[in-house]
């Protein structure tokens, strides 16, 4: 999945171990799982060459996605149309 993090919300996520999200549009934290129950346990945080994004290497417990899906990129562009290329999780 893709989510927003700023500085607390990443010192909350080493802090806890459970990842904590920053959502732009509610103006708070949103630690995932907290109503799904499909938590995200921090395994590593890993920084790209110009440290300006972060990857999360967590371990997941159910889907991730609100569709109930594995990942949220559940969709491919293969010779011009877009292709489900993930079912929901069956549960």
Same mark, same amino acid.
């Not at 996520?13 to 459970?18: A, I, N, P, Q, V």
């Not at 996605?65 to 079912?87: K, Q």
């Given at each position: 999945?893709?989510?927003?993090?700023?500085?607390?919300?990443?010192?909350?996520? &080493?802090? =806890?171990?459970?990842?904590?999200?920053?959502?732009?549009? %509610?103006? @708070?934290?949103w630690v995932k799982?907290?109503?799904? *129950?499909?938590?995200?346990?921090l395994v590593e945080?890993?920084?790209?060459?110009?440290?300006?994004?972060l990857l999360a &290497?967590? =371990?997941?417990?159910?889907?991730?996605?609100?569709?109930? %899906?594995? @990942?949220?990129?559940?969709?491919?562009?293969?010779? *011009?149309?877009?292709?489900?290329?993930?079912?929901?999780?069956?549960?």
């Open positions: 999945m893709f989510a927003w993090m700023n500085a607390a919300s990443v010192a909350q996520t &080493l802090e =806890t171990g459970r990842v904590t999200y920053w959502s732009r549009s %509610r103006q @708070s934290f799982g907290e109503s799904s *129950g499909h938590h995200q346990r945080l890993r920084l790209d060459c110009d440290r300006d994004c &290497l967590v =371990t997941q417990e159910g889907p991730a996605c609100h569709t109930n %899906r594995r @990942s949220c990129f559940y969709t491919a562009l293969r010779d *011009g149309a877009e292709v489900t290329i993930m079912d929901p999780m069956a549960g």
